[in-house]
């Protein structure tokens, strides 16, 4: 077979193919990273490469305009490769990792509670992990008391630190002799606790108490963040002087990277169709290790600790991300009746799964509920402290997926919203997740009806990012440009609202303005697809709460959690009904929650018990087939909601400007 | 470095090696077996080969003769190679393993209690295996019934069967969700009780419950024992009809064979030195390995039984067979003061050892109580049954090492004497293993001192094993041909003895009655090491009665476990003062007491406890530096003791002889 090169541009990387091969493929294993929310299948049309010099066979698809075609753009997942080529992947193709660095540079939103305020959501613990440290001194061996090795460092557990029973990993067996007597019968040992009692896990030489460290991670199906813990709970730049007051939890080191495993679909339910193909699962399996391991690396390189002294690892993550992170068969959580292979998983061996760790250590993984409520929701209602307060609580997590839990500390019920990753830049036509050049923040002026843009990163823009979203939309029903169904008026002196070639639209940025040197725009599709996602969190809310005879009006605490979280205007998601309408003093935005509760459960054995009943307390409503909630959904398709009640202020608000440009086709539609 | 060629007779093989090689290392990595129980030091000059062509570099040694020199003969570990060579490896280098099968063709010992009896030494126990399998009828998901498959499985284990709180081996989670669908929701569980309840270590898909086997091996320094039980207690072959009555709990297959380690070395000390050499741990590991992976595969291809079946293995072995298996340094058990990695092993996957065996059976190992009493005595006091009598009880096993446990249900003791393995031949001038040739029966004519000698397979004598050499002193002994001190009486009217090159020594087989064309002769210095081998277990037995305020009289019974004990003439043994003379009734011999034990344990959860109870029970006596050890040994140091009073049948025996034939020496050394 006659082998083809393909040069990369603008990363200027030329690789090795064979004739015929797919490019999207092709890109894929040699790690060149091309948006592809579809998985490769020809319908999100993210996959644009514009081919710049060679042959390739690559058909019209309906996602090309005939401009397109003609400038050279193609599909890279309809296009293989028959002579030696040149491609360029657009900036909307790419991904900027970039951003993920900046968020931390902004501002804080105003309802966000700063770190040192977050353990204020869960008080009244101290440092006391479950896998633990002991320095022990043994009384060296004589004829009169020849114990065998193990005996003896049982024993002295026992004598000199009052642990029972332990029982021992085989790896330790298999040094223990050695260690003991290079390091003069002065050993650190380390343990963990299980339900089933104290296990020994390493014995180091000499005294290494003081050294014993923990990485928590969150595997999100868009990005994955880690945290690198010092066990001792004692945080050297955090306290002058190296002296801990016991208060100061904060991680060591943080490091977050996007889930490579994007490369082969955006949500959860392409990556499981990814899984199903030859093959497919392994290497989902090996992408989100390889992040996981190049998150680790930076964690110990900006820490300054040595890898060996990493004692114990935690993960949280979606019932998807978790299965696959663990080589467990995705596919019948895409199956009705929705099951999960398992919901609590025993501590597996880091190396076992090609985490790039040492041997003794375990990973830990928070239990989950239900196929569509995962670890990250159970870590974050322990990260939020739900679990121990009498408030009753709606916590919703919104990222790829929706998900909502209702209760307090005695009773949790959760139900998953198929949102859609539409605040991830899918199904929006210049969607584009929360990276540089993404319009985030949006005012359109009530006279001129002219846009006012904030980018991330503050550069060209290239698209429009979830937070952008709900402001372009809230914006433009505030302003009147959109009605209550979100279809378009036309009747108003400005040519930022237009036909375009899939319907109405409202022009955000003009090509020269941009990037990606195109008009960017949001259409009335974009706005049919956004109300379809609040509509879905909103009724899965309503459902959630009428499930138990509650209503919005019982929420004495609402809890925001999600990298999202982070971006959104609370009252602009209010006039849009994505969030009811509630006063806004009960909102809490966390953060990423499921990251605060690992790290809650990584410095305290006391809430491995709390986690577990946490997971077991919560029921799950399943949506699909539920009786009212289709009814909920349908009566929530409209902006801020049909049931006008429910949202007076934004009703006011709305009237007050439909007064000054009162709608012809809304008037049309009423009669 | 240019390469040479060896050739190897009889056995014909050619292997290839590097110029100036050394001769006994080459055979050894070709797998190709040479005699040599100093480990390869140039002390036992067992090595022996005969060198037919080419050069080699080998100087002269004591352990050769100059006939031996003359005719070509050379230690394999002083020969380095310097030419293309063929050497033959004389039969009394070898070792054939074919005796192991003919053992049970002979017929039993008059002590030796059958098969069926051995279940009367432990009544009272029903088959309840730690390892067993269950039916599971699972309920098919639906959308109100939409539990993890695993927390379905663990919910209808407990439904279903009783078993609460099962914990669940990762592996089992990795396969669970695909079998359960594949087998529509009928699966067998194969669970595991272990110290903290029920683990779930695979399923299976249908109802495999009738199909439930253990492989059980005691793995001895010289020969390794396996058998494959039927975990359901039903024997096909025992119960005509499939019928299974409950009592007849036999092994479904029987295998055996060298311990691929005696190539290394013959003893536990050499094995031990061996291990200490560069990559020299691993290669014993893997060489035990490679003889139970043989063994495996005959048990399987004897019982035709499925691998995939084996649930179970069970190990009992001496502290440094099982040190070296699970690959743990055996360095300290070896160097005062004596002491073993681990007595108590956690259950270890089988396929990590390299073992041939599906991957979810683990090794359970039976627990030890210090260096030199292995789990192999544990297991024989389980399987002999003393642990749950009230009988007074010596337990002697007799192998390489010799072990010793006094005892009831109540209490134990024991003492290992470093007997040295005079009865496998070492030490012994023309000593071998029990193997085919070997000299297992003889006796003395009293007037005409000719021998009748009976070997192994009834072939042509290659030398002595254990049982002939007791015979002969025993012999000797009746005969006056040697006194009490084992001295040669030289006045008697036969060429039977006669001074040889180690000084005096008796012809048991003439030149041209061998296979090895040289006379078999039992030596002055044999005498003596059969006599220090023997003073040893005596003088330890001794020692153990006097620690607890015992003597031999107050024995209620004394059980004699071995391979060993299969061949040893009782009287003869009592004769030489190997055992003490009492109630011959008292004795009970039990064959491999380590392979009935192991057994129990496989058949029944319960002895779970029983054994670990036996472990910690058992009080080591070390006989290195004890007070009154030496003395003992001494006293011993004659034959049958120097205290007659203990022996009063044995003297009144030898008084009659004594008076027929007085010995010219004996007087003279009384005189």
Redesign the interface.
């Given at each position: 077979m006659p082998k083809r090169t393909v040069i990369f541009y603008p990363i200027e990387r030329k690789i090795l193919v064979e004739e015929g091969e797919n490019l999207l493929q092709a890109a894929m294993e040699a790690g060149i990273h091309i948006n592809a929310s579809c998985g490769g299948s020809a319908t999100c049309g993210k996959c644009k490469v514009k081919l710049l010099k060679g042959m390739a066979d690559s058909p019209k698809h309906p996602k090309l305009t005939q401009w397109e075609y003609d400038e050279g753009y193609r599909l890279a997942c309809l296009t293989s490769i028959h002579s030696d080529i040149e491609v360029e992947i657009p900036i909307e193709s790419q991904v900027d990792k970039s951003v993920l660095a900046l968020k931390g540079d902004r501002t804080a939103h105003k309802y966000l509670l700063a770190p040192q305020d977050i353990y204020q959501l869960v008080p009244g613990w101290e440092v006391d992990p479950a896998v633990f440290k002991r320095f022990v001194q043994l009384e060296p061996?004589?004829?009169k008391?020849?114990?065998?090795?193990?005996?003896r460092m049982v024993n002295t557990l026992a004598h000199q630190h009052g642990i029972e029973g332990v029982?021992?990993?085989?790896r330790v067996?298999?040094k223990?002799?050695?260690i003991l007597?290079e390091s003069d019968w002065k050993v650190t040992a380390t343990l963990v606790l299980t339900k089933?009692?104290s296990k020994l896990i390493n014995v180091e030489p000499g005294d290494n108490t003081k050294q014993n460290y923990s990485i928590v991670l969150d595997i999100g199906t868009t990005t994955i963040f880690g945290q690198l813990l010092d066990l001792n709970g004692c945080v050297v730049v955090a306290c002058p002087g190296g002296q801990c007051d016991g208060t100061t939890l904060f991680a060591l080191a943080e490091a977050s990277d996007y889930n490579a495993q994007i490369s082969y679909g955006e949500d959860v339910i392409t990556r499981i169709v990814y899984s199903q193909r030859p093959g497919g699962l392994k290497k989902l399996q090996e992408v989100v290790v390889s992040t996981i391991n190049k998150i680790i690396e930076e964690l110990l390189a900006m820490s300054k600790i040595d890898r060996s002294l990493i004692s114990h690892l935690v993960i949280a993550g979606n019932t998807t991300m978790t299965q696959i992170f663990?080589?467990?068969?995705p596919?019948?959580i895409r199956e009705?009746?929705?099951?999960?292979?398992?919901?609590?998983?025993?501590p597996?061996r880091a190396v076992h799964l090609g985490m790039n760790i040492d041997d003794h250590v375990h990973v830990f993984t928070f239990p989950?509920v239900?196929?569509y409520v995962g670890g990250d929701i159970v870590a974050g209602i322990l990260g939020s402290g739900v679990f121990q307060r009498e408030t009753l609580t709606l916590y919703m997590d919104i990222g790829t997926n929706g998900e909502i839990v209702l209760g307090n500390k005695d009773w949790l019920a959760s139900v998953s919203c198929s949102a859609g990753p539409a605040f991830e830049g899918a199904g929006i036509k210049f969607g584009v997740r929360a990276t540089r050049g993404a319009i985030e923040e949006v005012s359109i002026n009530h006279r001129t009806f002219e846009p006012m843009i904030l980018t991330i990163g503050r550069t060209k823009p290239i698209g429009i990012c979830g937070s952008g979203l709900i402001d372009t939309v809230a914006e433009l029903l505030d302003t009147g440009i959109i009605d209550q169904n979100g279809k378009f008026r036309m009747d108003l002196p400005t040519d930022r609202v237009r036909r375009g070639p899939d319907g109405y639209e409202y022009v955000l940025a003009r090509k020269e303005e941009t990037q990606i040197n195109k008009d960017i725009v949001l259409t009335e599709i974009d706005v049919e697809n956004l109300i379809r996602t609040k509509a879905a969190i909103y009724a899965g809310c309503k459902v959630l709460l009428a499930s138990v005879g509650l209503d919005f009006k019982d929420i004495e605490q609402m809890i925001i959690a999600g990298g999202f979280g982070r971006h959104l205007d609370l009252e602009k998601a209010i006039f849009i009904g994505l969030l009811p309408e509630i006063d806004i003093e009960k909102f809490i935005f966390v953060g990423n929650g499921s990251l605060l509760g690992a790290r809650l459960l990584s410095f305290s054995k006391n809430f491995l018990k709390e986690t577990e009943r946490i997971a077991l307390m919560m029921t799950n409503l399943?949506l699909?087939?539920h009786p009212t909630f289709m009814n909920e959904f349908v009566a929530a398709m409209f902006l801020p909601h049909t049931d006008s009640s429910a949202f007076p202020q934004v009703m006011g608000r709305l009237y007050l400007a439909r007064r000054e440009y009162p709608s012809p086709r809304m008037v049309e539609g009423q009669l």
């Open positions: 061996p004589t004829l008391d020849n114990v065998s090795d193990l005996t029982s021992t990993d085989f067996i298999m223990l002799s050695r007597r089933k009692g663990l080589g467990l068969d596919k019948y009705d009746p929705y099951v999960p292979t398992a919901t609590f998983i025993p597996v989950m239900a196929s399943e699909s087939n």
